[in-house]
């Protein structure tokens, strides 16, 4: 892909956020925004992407989040939770799935930011060696070729 094409994606993505957010006047929207705020600061160089018809995703080497709003509460989705450390315990939602692992988030409950950031940075930390992983594993496959 080009990468005026890339940089238009984030431009849009970020402003289908910034419309999300605004578009919920009441603790939803603000929690989102201090959500994607904590993501930004634990992932410097995150991408934003809109997905799903409306769905916040933060990326990095590959997905790392979700941020969802229902009626009743704010919900981030780790797509590869279930294979990353949580010793704060933040996950308390979809915890029978093999792969993924969510919290939700209640209104007036209180954000542990430094767990949560240090969840977001073990997320990236996950999709670089995975990404790593596959580069070795291609570099194999040449050299055997």
């Not at 006047?25 to 925004?33: K, V």
């Not at 600061?41 to 941020?67: F, N, Y």
């Not at 542990?112 to 997320?123: C, F, G, P, S, T």
């Amino acid at each position: 892909m080009c990468v005026a094409l890339q940089e238009a994606l984030k431009a849009e993505a970020a402003r289908n956020i910034d419309e999300r957010i605004a578009s919920l006047p009441d603790w939803r929207g603000a929690l989102l925004a201090r959500l994607r705020a904590l993501v930004h600061e634990a992932a410097p160089g995150v991408v934003e992407e809109w997905k799903w018809r409306g769905v916040p995703v933060w990326s990095h080497d590959g997905m790392l989040c979700t941020g969802e709003t229902y009626k009743a509460v704010v919900k981030m989705t780790f797509a590869q939770g279930a294979s990353l450390p949580d010793p704060a315990g933040l996950f308390n939602s979809s915890l029978d799935g093999d792969v993924r692992r969510a919290i939700d988030f209640r209104e007036g409950e209180p954000v542990d930011e430094a767990a949560l950031k240090a969840l977001v940075r073990a997320a990236v930390e996950r999709n670089a060696a995975a990404r790593r992983h596959r580069g070795a594993r291609t570099a194999r496959a040449r050299v055997a070729a």
